[in-house]
């Protein structure tokens, strides 16, 4: 199955120093899937935005947001995602990504 891999940097510097604070993955399918995990829901305040890098291995849709997040397979709402291609992101603590099969 394919996969959209997150990591989870506090600043810019940390991407630099390549010293991630979360790391998790989502499959990517046909149907929108959402993460289990959130952007660092423990210990922050949920208005604290992270940088977050994105590298799928397949060509999806991603969307985050509260609660569960739909990514839709016209891209309305959502980011187009290149496979190989790393992408970063400002996310707010507490939000969840979903992802989508980009045919």
Known sequence: MATLYATVF??????ASGD???????????TSTPSTVAVMAVDEPKKK???????????????WGE?????????NGGRAISAGV??????QAGHKLATIQRT
């Open 49 to 63: 935005r992270y940088i977050v890098r994105i590298l799928a291995d397949e060509d999806c849709f991603l969307a």
């Open 10 to 15: 506090r600043s810019a510097g940390a991407v």
């Open 86 to 91: 790393a992408e970063y992101f400002y996310v």
């Open 20 to 30: 991630p604070v979360q790391e998790f993955p989502t499959p990517i399918a046909g």
């Open 67 to 75: 609660g569960t997040p739909v990514a839709t397979a016209d891209g």
